[in-house]
């Protein structure tokens, strides 16, 4: 099985940063689904971890503090955990709070 390319993370992402709303449903479900994808596939959750934090560092996370951008890569990286592993850690609600 191959993996699916994280262009939803990238989508998601964006949007998010237009909105500036990083725990939206729609981020979670797409590094959830990418992580699920991945261990599918047989890449280590070690090897995810690296590509989620990768792609937050890439990613548009424009106009939010170094504190803010470290507190959204914790939630991609918490989010691709559950997903890999199909658990839920619990934290705050998505889309249950204010936009960061």
């Known amino acids: ?37 991945l261990h599918a596939g047989g890449v280590p959750p070690e090897r995810v971890l690296i590509v989620v934090k990768q792609l937050a560092d890439e990613s548009s996370l424009t106009g939010v503090s170094d504190w803010w951008r470290s507190v959204v890569t914790d939630r991609l990286v918490r989010w691709a955990v559950e997903g890999y592993y199909r658990i839920d850690l619990g934290g705050p609600p998505t889309d249950g709070g204010p936009p960061l």
């Open 1 to 37: 099985m191959t993996p699916a390319p994280p262009d939803a993370i990238r989508a998601a992402l964006a949007a998010a940063a237009t909105t500036r709303n990083y725990e939206s449903r729609e981020l979670r479900d797409a590094v959830s689904q990418f992580a699920a994808d």
